[in-house]
């Protein structure tokens, strides 16, 4: 039983990582990456994030989880000689319904650790979830949309204030009389 | 391109011209045919910032909580009632609190001290005004950034569409990004903390905004201009919650520095 708790607490703890996986901002691009076709190895390695045993209350953090069960399916058998706080194996959760969509995770334990978890399934509920994960991505500086920076007459920044107007951009450009 | 700036609302408010129009107004002299209407069009760019100006100086006098005359600030005093006051406010207050109901209550006029504070929507309702003024004159190649929020009209000049910067909090002389301002879209606007730390107030206890910059570029400035407040108080549930409400892009700027932006903002998917 204490094997069977560890598991469900893993899958419990999963979930939770699961939602900030989904909702975390490099998520998306991977989630994305799915979305697109290449495959389910959209992995992240939770080694450090996750306490792997940490009690199934941790679903309480994550509203959006209600529908996820703790009876992960065990897909890979833990060592039936390995001690409960060091449960290795690969576990399966459930189909969880999130804000993006459906998906389904799994994850890798070794002995106690949380070493790897991989995207399993993720179907869109409608065409709006692809747009949301279409949407918000995370983006390194040189993926950025750069038009001709010849042509930019305006910039918008955090609102200056009179005194910081007259070191910005727009002063410069507004002097130049562009 | 002609440049013109004037202070007001604790900040530069600068109007540019597109030269389209000064080009038309120099063909039509040269035709012959159309003399008034080139003298017209040639002082045009003085009438427009006399119209632009007189539209900030109304809207601050009237909603400026740093004049002590101003209607708002008698408000706050208890000198006057809300409802005893002018037409024109309660309308704003009207706006403010529709824009609080579409945000879910992050984008909100009732300061946590009890004060009534509508700065949020007024700057980008004078420029919205402003540039109905400039349509008035008759223009319709401009583009007005008050504070680095921004509304354009036409083009910047033929075949060239307007070309907003987004300023790298990091790097305040630095592009973060340039964006063609491809109508219907219009309107531009940043908020952060980089340079009015404590412009936006946060829920209590809310704690600091995930974002240290955050901005919305959409079809209208006032828009734009909630939701970029909106998203830096309420975090990155407030951004998923406005871009699947509202036609935007947004580019936001994490506290670490990295970027999360929409599609239309990656290069290679505008």
Not at chain 1, 59 to 74: G, M, N, S
Not at chain 2, 66 to 83: F, K, M, N, Q, W
Not at chain 2, 115 to 124: I, M, Q
Request: proline content about 4%.
């Amino acid at each position: 039983m204490r094997k069977r708790a560890a598991a469900a607490a893993a899958t419990a703890s999963l979930s939770v990582l699961a939602i900030g996986w989904l909702v975390g901002t490099p998520a998306v691009a991977s989630l994305q990456n799915t979305l697109g076709g290449s495959a389910t190895d959209a992995t992240v390695s939770a080694a450090a994030s996750a306490p792997a045993v940490s009690t199934p209350t941790a679903t309480a953090t994550a509203p959006a989880v209600a529908t996820a069960t703790p009876t992960a399916t065990a897909t890979a058998t833990p060592a039936a000689a390995a001690p409960a706080a060091g449960v290795t194996g690969t576990f399966t959760g459930s189909v969880v319904a999130t804000r993006f969509g459906n998906m389904q995770v799994s994850v890798t334990i070794a002995a106690g650790t949380i070493t790897d978890v991989t995207a399993l399934q993720l179907t869109d509920k409608d065409s709006k979830s692809v747009q949301i994960s279409n949407r918000a991505a995370p983006v390194l500086k040189a993926e950025v949309l750069k038009a001709q920076s010849a042509a930019v007459a305006n910039v918008s920044g955090a609102t200056y204030t009179t005194q910081g107007y007259l070191t910005s951009l727009q002063a410069a450009l507004d002097a130049a009389g562009f | 391109m002609d440049a013109q700036t004037f202070e007001t609302m604790g900040t530069v408010v600068s109007l540019r011209i597109g030269s389209t129009a000064r080009g038309g107004a120099m063909r039509d002299g040269g035709l012959g045919d159309g003399g008034t209407r080139a003298v017209t069009e040639a002082a045009a760019p003085d009438a427009a910032l006399a119209a632009v100006r007189t539209v900030f100086t109304r809207w601050d006098e009237r909603f400026s909580l740093y004049r002590p005359d101003s209607e708002i600030s008698r408000i706050a005093r208890g000198d006057i009632r809300l409802t005893q006051a002018s037409a024109e406010l309660r309308d704003c207050y009207a706006i403010a609190l529709d824009w609080r109901d579409r945000t879910d209550g992050v984008f909100t006029p009732h300061r946590a001290d009890g004060v009534l504070d509508l700065s949020g929507v007024v700057k980008s309702l004078a420029i919205a005004e402003a540039g109905e003024a400039l349509r008035g004159l008759g223009l319709s190649e401009w583009s007005v950034n008050a504070g680095g929020d921004l509304l354009v009209s036409g083009d910047q000049s033929p075949g060239q569409d307007w070309v907003a910067g987004i300023v790298d909090p990091a790097s305040r002389h630095e592009l973060l990004a340039s964006v063609p301002l491809v109508a219907p879209v219009r309107a531009v606007a940043t908020s952060g903390s980089a340079e009015r730390g404590e412009h936006i107030w946060t829920s209590a206890g809310g704690g600091p905004s995930p974002y240290r910059q955050v901005s919305v570029i959409g079809l209208d400035i006032v828009t734009v201009d909630v939701l970029a407040t909106t998203i830096i108080a309420g975090g990155e549930a407030a951004l998923g919650r406005s871009i699947e409400t509202f036609p935007i892009e947004v580019l936001a700027v994490l506290r670490d520095g990295s970027l999360v932006a929409t599609a239309g903002l990656r290069s290679g998917q505008s």
